[in-house]
């Protein structure tokens, strides 16, 4: 009996993340009627509206090249349904505004569009098709991090300029870590890099790298008096950093087979606590401790504060936390 209103699933043969299961609705659309009727648009190309609803037949949805135009649709489809499933899972967050509502995402902008982003006027994230049209930006990270400045926005409210825009940056990064690890996709398994997928240079070299922010060649490793005047996306490197260290400790480090090689800025050593407990710390500080205008010196209070309350005042957690953002240079 009402089966039919129950949750429904296609297959998407995605360009990253190989044959995955979609929420779909009969018969058939991209619409995950199991998160909140998150729903995936085709702009073909336009750069306003929603385009079209993907809509099909038969309920198979690309076939893993970006010749197919389903295919950045599935990716899409994909990654939103991954993030909605770490923050209700992880964190008890039911949809970005915690209101089990889905949002929308629309691929297929402009042309040759080489960005993705989120906007809150339509609560919806808009993907790219890359340079060339070959590579759209519809990786599982870029998914994460464009919803993840959808929940920034309705909770910390972190200004992005200043060092709260490195913060809000870096929250989106530490995210997108967070539920690509938490997605275990065999053909995008979890790393602290961010964009390794969609060869946004054209040299095969990720976007972003959270062990030493500075190997991008802009982001900076840790904290100095100035920060906030650089552009948000490398002045999110200390915070990047910041969570790397906290969940793996400094030095050489091999995870999912990539080789981290994390600094510290005091050349103290810095032992991690794992990447489940350093997500729940970031994840509380930004929804109950930080506000618009939280700088690198209120994060590192919110954080120990949280670190405190989740695990006690002297706990190796709370310790690991000072001494992590010791290491990028956010002292007491
Ligand atoms: N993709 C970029 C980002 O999410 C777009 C922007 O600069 N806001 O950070
Ligand atoms: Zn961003």
Redesign the pocket.
Known sequence: LYEWQGVHTGTGNTQYSGQVTLGTAPSYTLTDTGRGNHKTYNLNRGTSGTGTLFSGSDDVWGDGTATNLETAGADAHYGAALTWDYYKNVHGRSGIRGDGVGAYSRVHYGNAYV????QDSCFCMTYGDGAGNTKPLTSIDVAA??MT?GLTSVTAKLVYSGESGGLN?AT?DIFAAAVEFYANNPNDKGDYLVGEKIDIRGNGTPLRYMDKPSKDGSSKDAWYSGIGSIDV?YSSGPANHFFYLLSEGSGVKTVNGVTYDSPTSDGLPVTGIGIDKARLIWFKALTTKWGSSTNYAGARTGTVAVAEELYGAGSPEALAVQHAWAAVNVGT
Do not use: K
């Open positions: 960005n993705a982003f989120w991090h464009e400045h940056e989106s996306h």
